[in-house]
């Protein structure tokens, strides 16, 4: 497993990135086989994608700005197989321009999924969207507008929050204000801190089945967080509140 050595929330500019991890400097997709990683950047300040966290849950929108996405093209192949292919995710954030905050390595919690998008050319086409998380979990700065409690949240608040966004942009354009994401609308109160929840020790050593990865063995319990080794796809390290609220883990 690749150490870029950084902390979680820790600013970088473009070339930081580059140098650490040995990837290219363009693009939210960037695939370095020097450290057998992959960069993707959710980027707020361009308008192009619309990505957005539900229920701790980012939803992260597939590589190509105009016309239908195909999942097996390029970094969109090696994002929706990283599970098994050996290959680290780590996640960056752009809310201020040219500022990428580090959200640490990230893993896929469900199955990609099809969703419609307007493209770059302002038509819509059908986009992929990967619903990722940080593993383990971690409270790194997030854009308040693109942040939902939960999918009934997102249903009734979230509809419009992409177009209400490119206005805001393009009025900061016609403005010729330098930076164009220096104040992004707080639409929300600032929520409760989320209180951690540990995971119950007494089930070290017990079996488990995963909705994605099959049976597997609970090697150990640190904190809200537990170590699993699957038959499948060996070690993981996964949030228990997540797993059982979701429905993904089951123990036997």
Same mark, same amino acid.
């Given at each position: %497993? /690749?150490?870029?050595?950084?902390?979680?929330?820790?600013?970088?500019?473009?070339?930081?990135?580059? !140098?650490?991890?040995?990837?290219?400097?363009?693009?939210? %997709?960037?695939?370095?086989?020097?450290?057998?990683?992959?960069?993707?950047? #959710?980027?707020?300040?361009?308008?192009?994608?619309?990505?957005?966290?539900?229920?701790?849950?980012?939803? &992260?929108?597939? %590589?190509?700005?105009?016309?239908?996405?195909?999942?097996?093209? +390029?970094?969109?192949?090696?994002?929706?197989?990283?599970?098994?292919?050996?290959?680290?995710?780590?996640? /960056?954030?752009?809310?201020?321009?040219?500022? &990428?905050?580090?959200?640490?390595?990230?893993?896929?919690?469900?199955?990609?999924? =099809?969703? %419609?998008?307007?493209? !770059?050319?302002?038509?819509?086409?059908?986009?992929?969207?990967?619903?990722?998380?940080?593993?383990?979990?971690?409270?790194?700065?997030?854009?308040?507008?693109?942040?939902?409690?939960?999918?009934?949240? &997102?249903? #009734?608040?979230?509809?419009?929050?992409? +177009?209400? &966004?490119?206005? /805001?942009? !393009? !009025? @900061?354009?016609?403005?010729?204000?330098?930076?164009?994401? =220096?104040?992004?609308?707080?639409?929300? +109160?600032?929520?409760?801190?989320?209180?951690?929840?540990?995971?119950?020790?007494?089930?070290? =050593?017990?079996?488990?089945?995963?909705?994605?990865?099959?049976?597997?063995?609970?090697?150990?319990?640190?904190?809200? @967080?537990?170590?699993?080794?699957?038959? +499948?796809?060996?070690?993981?390290?996964?949030?228990?509140?997540?797993?059982?609220? @979701?429905?993904?883990?089951?123990?036997?």
């Amino acid at each position: %497993m /690749f150490n870029p050595g950084l902390e979680i929330g820790q600013i970088l500019k473009n070339a930081d990135i580059v !140098e650490k991890f040995k990837c290219g400097n363009m693009g939210g %997709m960037r695939r370095s086989k020097t450290t057998n990683t992959l960069v993707i950047v #959710s980027d707020y300040t361009k308008g192009i994608y619309h990505d957005k966290w539900i229920g701790g849950v980012l939803h &992260y929108t597939g %590589m190509g700005k105009s016309g239908d996405q195909d999942i097996r093209w +390029s970094q969109n192949a090696t994002l929706a197989d990283s599970d098994f292919n050996g290959v680290d995710v780590h996640l /960056f954030e752009v809310i201020d321009a040219g500022e &990428y905050i580090y959200c640490g390595r990230i893993e896929l919690v469900d199955k990609p999924y =099809a969703d %419609m998008q307007p493209g !770059e050319d302002g038509n819509d086409r059908k986009v992929w969207m990967f619903p990722i998380r940080p593993v383990p979990d971690n409270d790194v700065k997030k854009p308040p507008m693109f942040v939902f409690k939960d999918i009934e949240d &997102y249903k #009734s608040r979230g509809k419009n929050v992409d +177009s209400e &966004y490119a206005k /805001f942009l !393009e !009025e @900061n354009k016609k403005k010729k204000v330098k930076n164009s994401s =220096a104040v992004i609308p707080v639409q929300v +109160s600032k929520p409760e801190p989320k209180k951690i929840v540990n995971a119950p020790d007494d089930i070290e =050593a017990k079996t488990v089945n995963h909705k994605k990865y099959g049976v597997g063995l609970i090697k150990k319990v640190e904190g809200p @967080n537990i170590v699993i080794t699957f038959k +499948s796809v060996g070690e993981k390290t996964l949030n228990y509140e997540v797993c059982m609220k @979701n429905k993904l883990l089951e123990i036997l």
